[in-house]
Nanobody, 121 residues
Framework: QVQLVESGGGLVQPGGSLRLSCAAS????????MGWYRQAPGKERELVAA???????NYADSVKGRFTISRDNAKNTVYLQMNSLKFEDTAVYYC???????????????WGQGTQVTVSS
């Protein structure tokens, strides 16, 4: 009932930048939290950044000062601006959205399909 479409991944050299986007669509009444997670080979999925409906943000220590999460509520879209990318940022990045559905305002949590980010020289 809620679809998340991610875009913006790719191959970038160390020190480079990428911008990820995730657009939510479907029978959405409201969106609360939006976030980005990543999973590197052989590792568990981890939170990268999250943003509340009020704009409060939270970042993993490893990306603070380099990544910026933002959202466009009118477009139901969350962004992740990634600067000064490092080899260790290589992973599949997933967006995550929670909110309520229309009608009846049932709660939902949805995940994107994942987008590959590869940092390599």
């Amino acid at each position: 009932q809620v679809q998340l479409v991610e875009s913006g991944g790719g191959l970038v050299q160390p020190g480079g930048s990428l911008r990820l986007s995730c657009a939510a669509s479907g029978s959405i009444f409201s969106i609360n939290g939006m976030g980005w997670y990543r999973q590197a080979p052989g590792k568990e999925r981890e939170l990268v950044a999250a943003i509340t409906s009020g704009g409060r943000t939270n970042y993993a220590d490893s990306v603070k000062g380099r990544f910026t999460i933002s959202r466009d509520n009118a477009k139901n879209t969350v962004y992740l601006q990634m600067n000064s990318l490092k080899f260790e940022d290589t992973a599949v990045y997933y967006c995550n959205v929670d909110g309520t559905l229309d009608p009846f305002q049932r709660n939902f949590i949805s995940w994107g399909q994942g987008t590959q980010v590869t940092v390599s020289s």
